[in-house]
C-alpha cells in the first residue's frame, strides 16, 4: 500500500469536506466576519491573530457546537497533537505529545494557573477555552513542556448579573447500553460589584463495550496438550467497562478594593470505573476471553485548591496564585493469565492457571506559588516576569499481590518442597519521590517601530528530587530497598521577532529552549534480569539517576486575515534539536530504567485556515505534519538512527463546517459536520526493541451535529464517530506485565447516536 498516497487522499478529502459545505450553504446573507479570540498564553490578553506563536484556541462555544466533553474530543482538532497512552494501567498513562516530543512530563497541562498532570483528563465543562500552546514553553512555563503547554480555562464570576445554564444528554453506544449526563453552571452576585460566586457541578455514566467471557481451556507449552481450566465457569459478564463520573467547581471572585481582587476556586472530579476500557489483540475485538471472573475496577479522584490575587496598578498587574493539587488512583489489573503464560512457557512448569490481582495506586500532591508582572508601560518597552516555587510529593504503591497456591502448584509439580515463591508473593512496592523546583523568569519587548518588535527572556530553574523504594516478592527477586538523589539548575533562553508587513498579516521567528526535569531509577533485580543485563552490558549501579533532556526549538511563522476578515490563514514552520533524551530502557525481564542517551529531530509544519465567507456559516482546516526520528541511538539497546520517535504520526489533519440559519419563530436552524485524520504511527509500550514496534494503523472519524435554537433553548441530535472507526491509540503498558500474544490496546469508543438539551436563562 502507498502510504504517501492514502495520506494525499485522506487530506484532500478534508478540504473537499470544507469545500462542500461552502457550496451547499453558499446563499448571499449579511455579514459578520470572523470572531476575534483572546488569548492569554503569553501571560498578557492578546489577539490569537497577534500572538507571535503557533497556538490552536477552541472558544467555549466552539467546544459546545463540536460537542466536546473530554480530552480526545478536541485533541484530534488540534494539528501535531499526538494521543500517547505509555504509562501503567488507565488512569495515569495519558502523555500527549507536541511536534513529536514524546513522552511523559513533556507537554504542560495546566487548569487556569495550576500544573496538573497531564494524565488528569478534565471533562470540559464551564470552561472558557482550550490553547494549545506549540513548541518549548520553557521560559514562561518551565519544565514539563519542552513539547508544549495545553491550558484549559475555566469561566470565571461575573460581579454584575444572575445567569446560569443547564444540559443534559442521553446516548446509545454500539457494542454497549446508554450513557447520560447532566450538568449545570449558575453565576451569582452576592454583594453587586463586589462578591460574586460561579458553581458548576455535572454527572453523568458512560456505558461499557467489552464482555469478559470463560476460557475452558489452555495449551501446555512443551507437548501442545489441551488442558482444561480448572477454574469455575462463570457466566457472561457484559460491559465490564462502565463508569460512573461526576465533578464540581467553585469559584468566587472578591473585590478587596477598586484594583485588588481575590478569586478562591475548588474543583473536584471522580470517576469510578468497574474495568479497564482495553481490547484484546485487535481494537474491533469487545471480547475478553478469561480464566477467571477477575475483576478490573479502578477510581480517580483529584481536586484543586487555589487562590489568585489580581493587582491592578497604573504599570500593569500583579498576579499571584497559590495552588494545592491532589490526586488519588486506584487500580486493579488480572495477572494471572501472565503469571501463568511465564511457567508455563518461559520457566517450563506447565502449572495450571491461577486467580490473581494486582492493585496499583498512586498518591500526588503538590503544593505550588507563582507571584508575577505584567507590564502595561507607555512606550516602547513592555516585560513579564516572576518567580515560581513548587515541592511535588509522589507516591507509588502495590500492595503485595499474590498468586494463591502458586507455590504449592509448583511444588507439587517438582516434587519438592523449595520456596520458588515465597508466601506465593509476586510482587509489592512503596516508591516515594519528592521534587522541589523553584524559577525566576521573565520576558522583555521592545518595539522598534509600529511594526517591529523584539521580545527577549528565559527562566534560571533549579531542581532537586529525592527517591526510596522498597520492594519484595518473586518478581523482584527478594526484599530490595533504593534511594537516591539528583539536583540541578539550569536556564532557558528564548527570542522572538514579531513583524507587522501591514494590518492584516503578521510574521515572526522565534528560537526557545525546553527542558524535562531528571530524575532517580529503581531497582533492577539481578535473579530475574541478571542475564539480560550482562548480555547488554549494563550495569545497574551506573544507572541510579538520569539528568533532564533539553531541546532548542527554531519557528517561523505568519498569521493573516483577508476578505475583509471572512478568512484567516495560519501557518508555522518549524525545526526541533533535542539531545540527552531522557530514553526509557524497557527489559524483557519486566523491569526498566531510564537513561540519558542520543539525540533526535523533529521538523514540519501547521497550516490553520479559517473561514466565514456568509453569515451563519463557518468552516475550518487544519494540517499538520511531523518528521520525527533519531539522529544518534546513544548506545541504547534495540534503538537504530533513523527509527521513528514512537507514538507520533506524521500526518494530522481537520475539517468542520458549521451552518446556522433561521427557521422561523424565533428559532435557528444548526448543521455542523467535524472529520479528522490520524496518521500511522508506532507503539513500542510492550517492545524492547524499536525493532519490535508495533504498528498503529491511520484512522478517521466523523461526527454529526442537528439542531434547533433559540434565545434559551437549544436541541441537537448528534452522531458521534459514524464511521465506527475503532482506533488503536496504544498497546497498553499493563499493571503487571503484558501476556505475550495477548496485547490489550486503548481504542476509541464505537458510534455513539444521543440527543441533548441545553437551557440557558
Not at 498516497?5 to 453558499?26: D, E, F, H, P, W
Not at 520553557?138 to 445567569?163: C, F, H, N, W
Not at 460589584?193 to 456505558?207: C, E, I, K, P, Q
Not at 509476586?426 to 519587548?445: D, H
Request: aromatic letters at 12%; charged letters at 20%; one cysteine or more.
Amino acid at each position: 500500500m502507498n502510504n504517501s498516497s492514502n495520506n494525499s487522499k485522506r487530506i484532500a478529502q478534508a478540504v473537499a469536506l470544507a469545500t462542500l459545505a461552502v457550496t451547499g450553504y453558499g446563499q448571499a446573507q449579511e455579514f459578520k466576519g470572523l470572531e476575534e479570540v483572546v488569548v492569554t498564553a503569553s501571560k498578557r490578553a492578546q489577539t490569537l491573530q497577534d500572538t507571535g506563536m503557533s497556538i490552536t484556541a477552541l472558544s467555549d462555544v466552539e467546544l459546545e457546537r463540536m460537542g466536546a466533553t473530554s480530552f480526545l474530543d478536541f485533541a484530534v482538532r488540534v494539528p501535531n497533537l499526538a494521543i500517547a497512552f505509555e504509562a501503567d494501567g488507565r488512569f495515569d498513562s495519558n502523555s500527549p505529545a507536541i511536534r513529536g516530543i514524546f513522552g511523559q512530563d513533556t507537554t504542560g497541562f495546566y487548569i487556569d494557573d495550576t500544573l496538573v498532570n497531564a494524565s488528569v483528563l478534565p471533562k470540559v465543562l464551564d470552561v472558557e477555552r482550550v490553547e494549545v500552546l506549540r513548541g518549548p514553553q520553557g521560559s514562561l512555563y518551565g519544565a514539563r513542556s519542552m513539547g508544549g503547554t495545553i491550558r484549559m480555562i475555566t469561566k470565571q464570576p461575573d460581579l454584575q448579573e444572575v445567569y446560569g445554564n443547564f444540559h443534559s444528554s442521553l446516548s446509545s453506544v454500539k457494542e454497549g447500553d446508554l450513557n447520560h449526563v447532566v450538568d449545570g453552571a449558575v453565576n451569582i452576585p452576592v454583594i453587586p460589584d463586589v462578591f460574586a460566586l460561579r458553581l458548576a457541578a455535572y454527572a453523568g455514566a458512560n456505558s461499557g463495550i467489552f464482555d469478559r467471557e470463560y476460557q475452558p481451556t489452555w495449551i501446555e507449552a512443551g507437548s501442545g496438550a489441551v488442558r482444561r481450566n480448572p477454574g469455575a465457569a462463570f457466566a457472561t459478564r457484559e460491559n465490564v467497562d462502565d463508569e460512573d463520573y461526576w465533578g464540581v467547581q467553585l469559584v468566587g471572585k472578591w473585590m478587596l478594593s477598586e484594583r485588588l481582587s481575590f478569586i478562591p476556586k475548588f474543583l473536584y472530579q471522580e470517576i469510578d470505573a468497574d474495568g479497564l476500557p482495553l481490547a484484546d489483540i485487535d481494537p474491533e475485538n469487545t471480547t475478553e476471553l478469561r480464566f477467571y471472573d477477575v475483576p478490573e475496577n479502578g477510581s480517580d479522584e483529584w481536586y484543586i485548591a487555589s487562590g489568585t490575587f489580581n493587582w491592578e496598578l497604573d504599570a500593569g498587574t500583579i498576579v499571584s496564585t497559590t495552588s494545592l493539587f491532589d490526586r488519588t488512583t486506584d487500580e486493579n489489573e488480572e495477572q494471572g493469565s501472565f503469571i501463568h503464560w511465564l511457567f508455563n512457557n518461559v520457566i517450563e512448569i506447565p502449572i495450571d492457571p491461577l486467580f490473581g490481582q494486582i492493585n496499583t495506586q498512586s498518591e500526588y500532591e503538590f503544593v505550588a506559588h507563582e507571584t508575577r508582572f505584567t507590564s502595561e508601560f507607555d512606550g516602547p518597552w513592555q516585560f513579564s516576569g516572576g518567580i515560581f516555587y513548587q515541592d511535588t510529593e509522589y507516591r507509588r504503591i502495590y500492595p503485595p499481590a499474590l498468586i494463591p497456591g502458586i507455590n504449592s502448584a509448583v511444588n507439587d509439580f517438582i516434587g519438592v518442597p523449595i520456596d520458588i515463591v515465597p508466601g506465593d508473593l509476586i510482587f509489592e512496592t512503596l516508591e516515594v519521590f519528592e521534587t522541589r523546583e523553584w524559577a525566576v523568569f521573565g520576558e522583555l519587548t521592545y518595539s522598534v517601530n509600529e511594526r517591529l518588535s523584539v521580545t527577549a527572556g528565559g527562566r534560571y530553574y533549579d531542581t532537586a528530587t529525592e527517591f526510596i523504594a522498597t520492594s519484595d516478592g518473586f518478581a523482584n527477586d527478594g526484599f530490595s530497598q533504593e534511594s537516591g538523589e539528583q539536583d540541578e539548575s539550569g536556564f532557558n533562553p528564548k527570542v522572538l521577532v514579531e513583524y507587522d508587513i501591514n494590518d492584516n498579516v503578521n510574521m515572526y521567528a522565534s528560537g526557545a529552549k525546553g527542558f524535562r526535569i531528571g530524575g532517580v531509577n529503581g531497582n533492577l533485580p539481578l535473579g530475574l534480569c541478571g542475564e539480560e543485563l550482562a548480555d547488554l552490558n549494563i550495569d545497574p549501579s551506573a544507572t541510579p539517576t538520569f539528568d533532564s533532556d533539553e531541546l532548542w526549538s527554531y519557528e517561523l511563522g505568519f498569521k493573516s486575515t483577508f476578505a475583509d476578515n471572512r478568512i484567516s490563514v495560519n501557518a508555522a514552520a518549524y525545526f526541533i534539536d533535542w539531545t540527552d533524551i531522557q530514553q526509557l530502557n524497557r527489559l524483557a525481564c519486566g523491569f526498566q530504567f531510564t537513561a540519558n542517551a542520543g539525540e533526535a529531530e523533529s521538523q514540519g509544519f501547521e497550516v490553520e485556515v479559517s473561514a466565514a465567507p456568509i453569515e451563519g456559516l463557518t468552516l475550518s482546516l487544519g494540517v499538520g505534519y511531523t518528521d520525527a526520528e533519531i539522529t544518534d541511538d546513544g548506545g541504547v539497546p534495540g534503538v537504530r538512527v533513523g527509527d521513528k520517535i514512537q507514538g507520533i504520526p506524521e500526518w494530522t489533519a481537520t475539517a468542520s463546517a458549521q451552518y446556522i440559519f433561521a427557521v422561523g419563530g424565533g428559532w435557528d436552524g444548526l448543521v455542523r459536520a467535524d472529520g479528522n485524520y490520524y496518521g500511522e504511527s508506532f507503539s513500542a509500550n510492550n517492545a524492547t526493541s524499536l525493532a519490535d514496534a508495533r504498528v498503529r494503523d491511520s484512522w478517521e472519524q466523523l461526527n454529526l451535529r442537528a439542531g434547533v435554537m433559540n434565545d434559551n433553548w437549544e436541541v441537537t441530535l448528534f452522531a458521534t464517530n459514524v464511521n465506527d472507526e475503532r482506533a488503536n491509540l496504544a498497546d497498553n503498558r499493563s499493571i503487571a506485565a503484558e501476556t505475550p500474544g495477548r496485547q490489550r490496546l486503548v481504542t476509541t469508543r464505537p458510534r455513539t447516536l444521543g440527543l441533548e438539551a441545553r437551557y440557558r436563562f
